[in-house]
Structure formats: structure tokens, C-alpha cells
């Protein structure tokens, strides 16, 4: 797997870049965010660990710069604590994000926990695809098609249009999804599910004020809705 770690730190960079290459990860790593924007676009990479506040190009507009030509996954780090922060990097279209300091040990178990979902096998069953009514999911491309209109999703975006339209109707509270989509301690609130409920409506709904698909069960939580 190649990693790109793009932070203006270097020393952290250098430490970042020792331990995943004692995992067996090829690193790439960047100290700006033109750089970052040109290995993003010039190099076939499986994940990008990108800081948020960076030279040239802050980590945010890179983030957002990114998923205009691709949908790797993307984990933002932030030496912010405040949750508007983070919120807003997942808006720009991030998977995840970390407070610095983090524990190594933890960033390594994002990205491999990412990377457990991305490279899978990409059948559900025996099937490379699945439809429920107008709604296919492509395993292969990790795409939504609705109505004959296809999507790109980021691989969060993906595994919650995956859950919802696999069990119809079910409702399932944020911590739910917090719980069953991140799949680890994750130190995030509810906002972080809202925020990827509201990009996904505005990629997949006809109208996203009044969704057709994905719908709100008031005091519970999210549903597919076939119908």
C-alpha cells in the first residue's frame, strides 16, 4: 500500500514515515499543499494522512481540491481541538481525522482499519453488485447508481449507503452508525454521522432538503427508504 503523509513538521513526518515503513507500507510524503496536490494527482496512492494546516495550500482546500478528481481515502490531522474543525474537514470530503498528539499506535489502526474496508473483497456474497429497487451498489468501483445516474463515494460515504440499503427500513441511531461504520473507539459525536448523511443526500437525493432515500426517523436515527 502507498501512503502519502503530507504535514510541514518534519520531524513528525520523518517518525510518521519510519513506522508505517516497518509495516510494509510505501511512503511518500509531502511538506505543502501544492505538493500534496500534485502527488495526489501524478502517483497511484491508496491513502493520503494530510494535515491541516499546511504552507501554500491549507489541508482543508487540498482535501476539497482532491475530490474533484478522486475519492482516495483521506485522513486529516488537526492540532485543533474544536469540533468545528474537525466537522468541517469531513465536509471538504475527509474519511477521518486524528488530534494532534496522537498515539502512532492509534493513526496506524485508522489507516489500517480503512484499508481492511478499501481492499476487501469486493463482493457482497457472490455478487459484485446489488440493487434495491432504483438503488445499485457497485462493489468493484465502490459507486452508487440511481435511476441511472452514477456516483462516486468516499469509502465512508460508501459503507453507509451499504448498511442502509442492505437492511431497508432499519433504523439506526448515530451511535449506531458511529459504532458499525468507523468500528473502533472513535472519539468523534453524532455530528460526524449528520455530516456524512448530508454530503451523501446532496450526491444521491434528487432534492436533498426532501430526500427520497435516505430519510430521518426523528429521535432514532437514519433509514433507507426502497420505495
Not at 492509534?106 to 476487501?120: D, G, H, P, Q, T
Request: with cysteine.
Amino acid at each position: 500500500m502507498k501512503v502519502l503523509i503530507v504535514d510541514d513538521e518534519k520531524p513528525l513526518v520523518k517518525g510518521m514515515k519510519f513506522n508505517f515503513e516497518q509495516e510494509g507500507y510505501q511512503v511518500e510524503t509531502a511538506y505543502d499543499g501544492e505538493e500534496a496536490l500534485r502527488q495526489a494527482r501524478d502517483k497511484n496512492l491508496d491513502l493520503i494522512i494530510l494535515d491541516l494546516m499546511l504552507p501554500k495550500i491549507d489541508g482543508l482546500s487540498v482535501c476539497q481540491k482532491i475530490r474533484e478528481f478522486s475519492n482516495i481515502p483521506i485522513i486529516m490531522l488537526t492540532a485543533k481541538a474544536e469540533d468545528m474543525d474537525k466537522i468541517l474537514g469531513l465536509e471538504y470530503g475527509a474519511d477521518d481525522y486524528i488530534t494532534k498528539p496522537f498515539n502512532i499506535l492509534e493513526l496506524k489502526a485508522r489507516v489500517k482499519a480503512i484499508m481492511r474496508r478499501v481492499s476487501s473483497p469486493a463482493t457482497k456474497g457472490d455478487r459484485t453488485k446489488i440493487s434495491m429497487g432504483s438503488v445499485t451498489l457497485d462493489y468493484n468501483q465502490r459507486k452508487v447508481t440511481i435511476e441511472d445516474v452514477t456516483t462516486d463515494l468516499t469509502s465512508k460515504e460508501f459503507d453507509l449507503m451499504d448498511l442502509l440499503v442492505t437492511n431497508p427500513g432499519r433504523v439506526y441511531s448515530r451511535d449506531d452508525l458511529l459504532d458499525l461504520i468507523w468500528g473502533y473507539d472513535y472519539p468523534g459525536d453524532a455530528r460526524t454521522v449528520d455530516v456524512h448523511i448530508r454530503r451523501l443526500r446532496e450526491k444521491i437525493e434528487p432534492n436533498a432538503a426532501e430526500p427520497r432515500y435516505l430519510l430521518t426517523k426523528w429521535g432514532a436515527g437514519y433509514y433507507f427508504n426502497e420505495n
